[in-house]
């Protein structure tokens, strides 16, 4: 899978890297490389599927709806 990443150097040094379809899936490096590599990690645990039971509460109902 491809995803677009914005990488911008920081203010003293280093690079911030964030994914725009992915709110929140931010990290940074020292080097463009580094910055890519921790970027990709971070993807990897935003999308890692988690346990339903360990977020919702025994009286939770879960619905999908169509938008």
């Known amino acids: 899978m491809n995803i677009r990443i914005v990488l911008e150097p920081g203010e003293d040094r280093g690079y911030t890297v964030y994914v725009p379809s992915l709110p929140g ?9 580094e910055a890519i590599e921790n970027i990709r990690e971070a993807i990897e645990l935003y ?16 619905i999908e709806i169509a938008v």
């Not at 999308?47 to 879960?62: C, F, S, T, W």
């Open 25 to 33: 899936c931010i990290s940074e490096g020292d080097t463009r490389e």
């Open 47 to 62: 999308l890692e599927p988690i346990d339903d039971e360990m977020i919702l509460g025994e009286k939770a109902e879960q």
